[in-house]
């Protein structure tokens, strides 16, 4: 009914900056929180970011305040992802979920989730 599809990953130099999107299509969707999370190899995917649909209400996981900033455009049906400031450790494949009826998009809320990107970072 809803498919989340990724982009703008890729690999980037330490301090650099990448921008993530995720575009949500097959059925319009207003009460759905947004959310980012991040899986490196052999470790569980972690909470990166949330937003709301209804409020302007963010939140982020402390490794990343100050660096990462969640946003929507509701015309477009896309969450985003800022990310500056990058570090090795945020090398990971990253993903989007939608959880429907929610505030605060965390993992067992998720009804949606895309395929995810991968992001890199060197040293």
């Known amino acids: 009914q809803v498919q989340l599809v990724e982009s703008g990953g890729g690999l980037v130099q330490a301090g650099g900056s990448l921008r993530l999107s995720c575009a949500a299509s097959g059925r319009t969707f207003n009460n759905y929180a947004m959310g980012w999370f991040r899986q490196a190899p052999g470790k569980e995917r972690e909470f990166v970011a949330s937003?709301?649909?209804?409020?302007?209400?963010?939140y982020y996981a402390d490794s990343v305040k100050g660096r990462f900033t969640i946003s929507r455009d509701n015309a477009k049906n896309t969450v985003y992802l800022q990310m500056n400031s990058l570090k090795p450790e945020d090398t990971a494949v990253y993903y989007c979920?939608?959880?429907?009826?929610?505030?605060?998009?965390?993992?067992?809320?998720?009804?949606?989730w895309g395929q995810g990107t991968q992001v890199s970072v060197s040293s």
């Open positions: 979920g939608a959880a429907e009826g929610y505030t605060i998009a965390v993992r067992n809320r998720i009804s949606y």
């Open positions: 937003i709301s649909w209804s409020t302007i209400s963010t």
